[in-house]
T-cell receptor, first 108, second 113 residues
Framework: GIQVEQSPPDLILQEGANSTLRCNFS?????LQWFHQNPWGQLINLFY???GTKQNGRLSATTVATERYSLLYISSSQTTDSGVYFC??????????FGTGTSLTVIP | NAGVTQTPKFQVLKTGQSMTLQCAQD?????MYWYRQDPGMGLRLIYY???????DKGEVPNGYNVSRLNKREFSLRLESAAPSQTSVYFC????????????FGSGTRLTVV
């Protein structure tokens, strides 16, 4: 399967700070998603972004498929942004491979 | 609009017992998935169903079986539970061919003792 590496593994931010999370993958992909898992375990899809750039409020994501990476930007972080952020990629059919996540803690 | 509903939310099994995890979606999605999440790890695909009537193995299918009962429902069965199957199980669905990602259920926390 495709190897997915996320960095950093852990991140602690002061409320209001900005951050960039990175997802590198080992093979060409035509599917890529970013998820947020909140402290209660619920997984929420943030972006479906196999290429290009998308924005949704304070969050934006960019995927450069030719260079095998994707970035998730969080601006003006809030305590509700805390949790684990996962990147998942796929290139054939319906199989997605997940990274091990970036654990984000936002301190008031 | 309930989205993806998983039952039960919690379960404790003894080694060797069997059980079925249920998943239902009301969004008319074509594809459905079962993942497991272990501590400190990302999610790993167990089985998926690209469309009604089809099922395929994912990364970690051993010890599991699935049934796509109809377009709405996709169940996961453990025939003889083992401690290595202690995990949190997530069901997801996706409207294939459209620029949407997964919608996940809230998970089932399974402990096998």
């Amino acid at each position: 399967g495709i190897q997915v590496e996320q960095s950093p593994p852990d991140l602690i931010l002061q409320e209001g700070a900005n951050s960039t999370l990175r997802c590198n993958f080992s093979d060409s992909v035509n599917n890529l998603q970013w998820f947020h898992q909140n402290p209660w375990g619920q997984l929420i899809n943030l972006f479906y972004i196999p290429s290009g750039t998308k924005q949704n409020g304070r969050l934006s994501a960019t995927t450069v498929a030719t260079e095998r990476y994707s970035l998730l930007y969080i601006s003006s972080s809030q305590t509700t942004d805390s949790g684990v952020y996962f990147c998942a990629v796929g290139n054939t059919g319906n199989q997605f491979y997940f990274g091990t996540g970036t654990s984000l803690t936002v301190i008031p | 609009n309930a989205g993806v509903t998983q039952t039960p939310k919690f379960q404790v099994l003894k080694t060797g017992q069997s059980m079925t995890l249920q998943c239902a979606q009301d969004m008319n999605h074509n594809s459905m998935y079962w993942y497991r999440q272990d501590p400190g790890m990302g999610l790993r695909l167990i089985y998926y169903s690209a469309s009604e009537g089809t099922t395929d193995k994912g990364e970690v299918p051993n010890g599991y079986n699935v049934s796509r009962l109809n377009k709405r429902e996709f169940s996961l069965r453990l025939e003889s539970a083992a401690p290595s199957q202690t995990s949190v199980y997530f069901c997801a669905s996706q409207f294939a061919q459209v620029d949407y990602g997964y919608t996940f259920g809230s998970g089932t926390r399974l402990t096998v003792v």
